[in-house]
């Protein structure tokens, strides 16, 4: 079992840069592909980047390709997600997820439902 916990959320103006942060309780985080996601007011989910157990293998959508940058940290049990030039459409509760899938794993996921463990969200406002 694996527990998610964002912190780093809050209100910026467009242009601005924030840095959320995951905490991932449990010994075998290491071998776990993570992922970040988001959710606008009446929107789906929506991918934004993973990353693999090394943090060798990265991937992004293409809305945040170029901005933003996810790393980890395996020996604090933690996942980044840096943005940068934020924009409004930027706007949305952002989700920490992780997923042991062997595949994910080693290249990491773009796929919500290839992921087992949720956060419970971080809000992140982007004002213009």
């Known amino acids: 079992q694996v527990q998610l916990v964002e912190s780093g959320g809050g209100l910026v103006q467009a242009g601005g840069s924030l840095r959320l942060s995951c905490v991932a309780s449990?010994?075998?985080?290491?071998?776990?592909?993570m992922g970040w996601f988001r959710q606008a007011p009446g929107k789906e989910r929506e991918f934004v980047a993973t990353i693999s157990w090394s943090g060798g293998s990265t991937y992004y959508a293409d809305s945040v390709k170029g901005r933003f940058t996810i790393s980890r940290d395996n020996a604090k049990n933690m996942v980044y997600l840096q943005m940068n030039s934020l924009k409004p459409e930027d706007t949305a509760v952002y989700y920490c997820?992780?997923?042991?899938?062997?595949?994910?794993?080693?290249?990491?996921?773009?796929?919500?439902?290839?992921?087992?463990?949720w956060g419970q969200g971080t809000q992140v406002t982007v004002s213009s």
């Open positions: 449990g010994r075998t985080f290491s071998r776990y592909a």
């Open positions: 997820a992780a997923t042991p899938d062997s595949y994910c794993s080693e290249y990491g996921c773009s796929t919500s439902s290839k992921y087992d463990y």
